[in-house]
């Protein structure tokens, strides 16, 4: 299933040279890091006491999402702690060395197929990753441009999240791309201002999102 606003009229054709990819969620699954999460936060509330359960967790997750809130460990603990400062404090310190070094990067199935027809047909691919040396490994580094001078009108923005992808990219002028994944999947927009252009769920989706964009 694929949902998206009517964004391409005779104005836009050809408009987009370059995608730019908020590499997790779309490129990156992610399932791994919301497990190993999900899992530290859990043991580090017991550390403290706190029994918490599966489903606790997962409300306290659908909770942060609903909530837009921007450091989603946090609001996670600050439910599950019921807001007590010196005990969200303890269990986010121990939170953090648990997985401070962890790297579970994932490559989504078929996303390097996509992301190699798209270079090949000329596209500049873009990404917003801190650490680029999980790209290194993963061995798509080099299908990414670290640096481009493609305006922002003429980029498409790909990301899981609303208030960190979808916002700032409408906000800079590109066009955008929900990527329904994880822990997002269920976030939604509040105002026609936080309405992705297109949303997608799968791989196949985002080739023909992007190809409406571009062709």
Same mark, same amino acid.
């Given at each position: 299933?694929?949902?998206?606003?009517?964004? +391409?009229?005779?104005?836009?054709?050809?408009?987009?040279?370059?995608?730019?990819?908020?590499?997790?969620?779309?490129?990156?699954?992610?399932? %791994?890091?919301?497990? %190993?999460?999900?899992? %530290?936060?859990?043991?580090?509330?017991?550390?403290?006491?706190?029994? !918490?359960?599966?489903?606790?967790?997962?409300? +306290? @997750?659908?909770?942060?999402?609903? &909530?837009? &809130?921007?450091? !989603?460990?946090?609001?996670?603990?600050?439910?599950?702690?019921?807001?007590? /400062?010196?005990?969200?404090?303890?269990?986010?310190?121990?939170?953090? &060395?648990?997985?401070?070094?962890?790297?579970?990067?994932?490559?989504?199935?078929?996303?390097?197929?996509?992301?190699?027809?798209?270079?090949? *047909?000329?596209? !500049?691919?873009?990404?917003?990753?801190? #650490?680029?040396?999980?790209?290194?490994? $993963?061995? =798509?580094?080099?299908?990414?441009?670290?640096?481009?001078?493609?305006? /922002? +009108?003429?980029?498409?923005?790909?990301?899981?999240? =609303?208030?960190?992808?979808?916002? /700032? $990219?409408? %906000?800079?002028?590109?066009?955008?791309? *929900?990527?329904?994944?994880? #822990?997002?999947?269920?976030?939604? /927009?509040? @105002?026609?201002?936080?309405?992705?252009? $297109?949303?997608?769920?799968? !791989? +196949?989706?985002?080739?023909?999102?992007?190809? $409406?964009?571009?062709?």
């Amino acid at each position: 299933m694929r949902e998206h606003r009517e964004v +391409a009229g005779s104005d836009a054709l050809n408009r987009y040279r370059a995608v730019i990819f908020d590499i997790g969620g779309a490129v990156d699954l992610e399932f %791994a890091w919301e497990i %190993a999460l999900d899992g %530290a936060i859990a043991s580090a509330c017991g550390m403290e006491g706190i029994r !918490v359960d599966p489903a606790m967790v997962e409300e +306290a @997750s659908e909770q942060a999402v609903a &909530a837009f &809130a921007p450091d !989603v460990a946090h609001h996670m603990i600050e439910t599950l702690c019921g807001g007590e /400062p010196v005990t969200v404090a303890r269990v986010m310190r121990r939170v953090e &060395a648990m997985t401070g070094q962890l790297d579970a990067f994932q490559l989504r199935p078929g996303i390097e197929d996509l992301l190699k027809r798209l270079k090949g *047909q000329g596209l !500049v691919l873009g990404a917003r990753e801190r #650490r680029w040396e999980r790209l290194e490994r $993963a061995g =798509i580094a080099d299908l990414f441009t670290r640096d481009h001078d493609v305006p /922002p +009108a003429e980029c498409i923005l790909v990301g899981d999240r =609303i208030d960190a992808d979808i916002v /700032p $990219a409408k %906000a800079a002028g590109m066009a955008t791309i *929900q990527f329904r994944s994880g #822990r997002w999947r269920r976030q939604r /927009p509040r @105002s026609e201002a936080e309405m992705p252009d $297109a949303v997608v769920t799968d !791989v +196949a989706e985002l080739e023909a999102a992007i190809a $409406a964009f571009v062709d």
